[in-house]
C-alpha cells in the first residue's frame, strides 16, 4: 500500500505548491488575495464553499480549475493544499479533502455561469451564517 | 479702515518678532530640496523588495540578459526591460508593473535546475521597440487560455493597458 502511494505521489510532475504557482498564482497572486475588481481573493471564499458539497462543486467546475491543464489527482492537491495555505478562516479541520474522484465527479460537467453561481453561493452563506 | 492696518501691522510685527530671516531661508531650502526629490516618489521600485540576491536559492547566472537567448526568457513573448531603462527584475522609469503575471518554468544551463518564472509586464507607457523575443516555451493557443502568453497582462496593472516591456523574476525552483 505505501509503495502504492509512493508511485502515485511520483506520477505527480510537480508538488501541490508549485502547481498552485504555475497555474494559479499568475492571476490570483501569491497569496490568493487577486486583484480588487478583476481576480477574485480565494482567500475569504475557500473554507466556506468547502463545507458543502454545491460550494466543493464551484470550486471544482469554476473554469480555471476545470480547465486546467492538471488532472484530477494534481487537482485535489492543489485544492487541498490552497485550503490548508490560503484560507482565511483556519478552521479548516472538519472539512474532508478532495479526492481525485470527487474531482473527477465535479469535473465532467461544464460551469456556464461561474459569476451567478458563486454568487448565489456567496448569497446562501450569507444566510445560513447571519 | 485703519482697524485693519492695525491687524496687519500688529501681526506682521509678530511674526518678524517670532522668526527671522535665516529661518525663512532654512524653510525656503527644505521646500525646495524636498520638491525636488518628488518626481523621485512615482516610480516603481517592487523588484527592490525581491528576496532573490540574497537568497542561497537564487540561481546561477551566466548568458545576456540583453538578449532573446538568455535563459530566463524562455517563454517571453515582448520587449526585453533590460534594453528599455528598466532592469532584468525592475521597470523602467515611468512604468508600473502589472501584479497579474504569465508564470512558466526555465532551465538554467548554469546550474542545472528548473525555476519557476514570472514573467511581469511593465505598463503605462507605449512599447518599447527594442529587444523583441517570442519564444512561447510552455506557451499554449489562445484557445487554451490559463497557460497563454498572447494576452496584455497589463490589464492586471495600475498602469493602464499599454504595454512597454516585460522584467523576469525568479519565483523560486520548481519541485
Not at chain 1, 107 to 114: D, F, G, H, K, Y
Request: charged share 20%.
Amino acid at each position: 500500500m505505501l509503495a502504492l502511494a509512493a508511485a502515485a505521489a511520483s506520477a505527480l510532475a510537480h508538488d501541490a505548491q508549485t502547481n498552485y504557482i504555475l497555474h494559479c498564482q499568475g492571476c490570483h497572486t501569491a497569496d490568493g488575495s487577486g486583484l480588487e475588481g478583476k481576480v477574485p481573493s480565494l482567500r475569504s471564499t475557500l473554507a466556506p464553499f468547502a463545507r458543502s458539497r454545491e460550494g466543493r462543486t464551484f470550486l471544482v467546475q469554476v473554469p480555471g480549475v476545470a480547465q486546467s491543464t492538471l488532472t484530477d489527482a494534481e487537482t485535489a492537491a492543489v485544492l487541498n493544499w490552497m485550503l490548508r495555505n490560503l484560507a482565511d478562516d483556519r478552521q479548516i479541520a472538519g472539512i474532508s479533502a478532495f479526492t481525485e474522484k470527487e474531482v473527477a465527479g465535479y469535473r465532467a460537467t461544464r460551469l456556464v455561469n461561474s459569476r451567478e453561481v458563486r454568487a448565489q453561493l456567496l448569497a446562501k452563506i450569507a444566510t445560513n451564517n447571519p | 479702515m485703519k482697524w485693519l492696518d492695525g491687524i496687519a501691522e500688529e501681526s506682521t510685527r509678530a511674526v518678524a518678532r517670532r522668526s527671522s530671516r535665516r529661518s525663512l531661508l532654512g524653510r525656503l531650502a527644505a521646500t525646495l530640496v524636498g520638491a525636488s526629490a518628488l518626481p523621485l516618489l512615482p516610480i516603481e521600485r517592487g523588484a527592490a523588495a525581491e528576496p532573490e540576491k540574497t537568497d542561497p536559492n537564487a540561481p546561477q547566472e551566466s548568458g545576456d540578459p540583453t538578449t532573446c537567448e538568455y535563459w530566463r526568457y524562455c517563454g517571453i513573448d515582448g520587449f526585453l526591460c533590460t534594453c528599455c531603462g528598466g532592469s532584468l527584475t525592475s521597470c523602467p522609469p515611468g512604468t508600473l508593473t502589472a501584479a497579474v503575471t504569465w508564470i512558466g518554468t526555465c532551465h538554467n544551463p548554469a546550474d542545472g535546475k528548473d525555476y519557476i518564472l514570472s514573467y511581469n509586464d511593465c505598463c503605462g507607457k507605449s512599447g518599447c521597440g527594442r529587444c523583441l523575443c517570442n519564444r512561447n516555451e510552455g506557451d499554449t493557443p489562445l484557445y487554451q487560455p490559463f497557460l497563454s502568453n498572447d494576452y496584455n497582462w497589463c490589464v492586471g496593472s495600475k498602469g493602464d493597458i499599454a504595454y512597454h516591456c516585460t522584467v523576469s523574476r525568479v519565483v523560486g525552483l520548481a519541485k
